[in-house]
Nanobody, 126 residues
Framework: QVQPRESGGGLVQPGGSLTISCADS????????MAWFRQAPGKEREFVAA????????DYSDSVKGRFTISRDNGESTLYLQMDSLRPEDTALYLC???????????????????WGQGTQSTDST
């Protein structure tokens, strides 16, 4: 029943911006890699971005690199994703997760993450 809650999703115009967040007040974030994934209708869940809270290093998928920015507020146990220049293909359910295995380096594997949130929807107006 331990589950973080994402918020900030909504309907936006093409080329617009949206910021979503993920917070878990019941379980504070550990000093591990945190990541955002997304899942569009009829498609598999895919990696979006990750951040190492220890040194601030980030990792982005090619599809969002240069448009999305991941950040983390360690004090408030909140993860953020700033999405700019949104495209129709960005429409998806966005979920946050924490790396639990093979975290010595950035990983994009679904099996290496746990403590998934329920997701927040970002939908293009087109």
């Amino acid at each position: 029943q331990v589950q973080p809650r994402e918020s900030g999703g909504g309907l936006v115009q093409p080329g617009g911006s949206l910021t979503i967040s993920c917070a878990d007040s019941r379980r504070p974030f550990h000093n591990y890699v945190m990541a955002w994934f997304r899942q569009a209708p009829g498609k598999e869940r895919e990696f979006v971005a990750a951040i190492d809270a220890l040194d601030g290093d980030t990792d982005y998928s090619d599809s969002v690199k240069g448009r999305f920015t991941i950040s983390r507020d360690n004090g408030e146990s909140t993860l953020y994703l700033q999405m700019d220049s949104l495209r129709p293909e960005d429409t998806a359910l966005y979920l946050c997760a924490e790396c639990v295995r093979s975290c010595e380096a950035f990983t994009r594997g679904l099996a290496n993450y746990g403590y998934w949130g329920q997701g927040t929807q970002s939908t293009d107006s087109t």
